[in-house]
């Protein structure tokens, strides 16, 4: 059994959750200890016990510890981007590609460490001084989907622990492979003991009592609308500082004076690479009427090329959905789709392979509406839909038309869609030519609506949520 990292230990548990592979429901990665009520205290009160003190280390002594990290991790990248694989079900080339990003995040974050400022100012007021410092804020709870089982938990511990926070990460129960090897990792860097700690299991068990706890100061949270609203109520409650980053509906308009080739390729990955289960995906893919029927056919002959098998398998475009629930909520969509009349125009089909696993076929419905549910829901999986609309006007409305407000893209020629689109787009992510999903590291991510709440992540501008503000007020 695999152990959650309490106060610098690892620390076993009563119940263990078995870990299998969605491409080969065979193989079993292995089983993580569930951590129960009393061990997420422990977990609080050894990050509070240790605050003080790694709150007052120097920052190069906290950018050592992560740049020692980001080392390690890009070192074996190609062996923990295979255990990703295993456990998530992306390709081995998007494994390879997630722990690079995580093992950069750290050396970023290593770098920031080293830049944390503050403000002096002359007082309003005659022979006063007025000093803005950035303190650290406490406990963070760290809270992730199983999506990206490294990068997420990179790009919100990294940034927790550089300005001087200390941390209790609960990983989604889906991913806890990737989650212990990180946790290992920063541990063997140099953590000292309760800076760090790890605990796996059930949200309704793990994740409830770290947002109920009094001593965690601030959650943050990326994950579903649904799980995010109830922590957002619990954080209100307990007076926390919250971060949230849950679903989206993202639209991606087709011009129709768009290079037709690069529309299709970026349509093809952003709303089905990663399985589709990115909450960046292109889900509601709005083409103007003109370029509509080239389009759609363009799409289902490139999907028809795809390849969707094992993940681990070098030939494979696609790997499997993560979960049997994932899994069944996708055909759920679809069915809810055609009995909404929409046309199922490609795929949506429980796919056979060498192993049993989650195979589906991506989906792509045309004939749709805005107000289909399949519109407005987020699905979250390889399925996503053609909207035809009679001009660009009518493409922005709908593109705009959404309870969500993460990610948007627009492919065109014109500079001037581009430079309209830019500005009216109402999502907190604008991709011009360039896939809704799949970000850089160094700059803020995040939306608006439903789909976030609370400061940005990652990026300089981490720190808004990762430090609290102190005015000083000095008469000499
Ligand atoms: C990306 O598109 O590169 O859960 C990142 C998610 C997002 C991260 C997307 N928070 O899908």
Redesign the pocket.
Known sequence: MKKNLIAGAWTGAADATSNSNPSDLSDVIGDYADASVQDVADAVSAAHAAFASWARTSPEYRSDILDRASAEILARKEELGRLLSREEGKTLAEGIGEVTRAGRIFRYFAGEALRITGERLDSVRDGIDVEILREPEGVIGVVT?W??PI??PAWKIAPALAYGNTVVFKPAELVPACAWELADILNRAGLPAGVLNLVMGRGAVVGEAIVRSPLVRAISF?GSVRTGRQIRLACMENGKKMQM?MGGKNPLIICSDADLDTAVSVAINGSYFSTGQ???ASSRIIVEAGVHDRFVERMIAQLADLRIDHALDPATDIGPVVSETQFEQDIDYIRIGQSEGANLAFGGKALERKTKGYFLEPALFTDTNNGMRINWEEIFGPVASVIRAGDYEEAVSIANDTAFGLSSGICTTSLSKMNDFKHRSAAGMVMVNTPT???DYHVP?GGRKSSSHGPREQGAHARDFYTSLKTVYVTS
């Open positions: 989907p999506n990206f990068a997420i990326t980053e990115r909450c960046t999903a799949g970000v991510f």
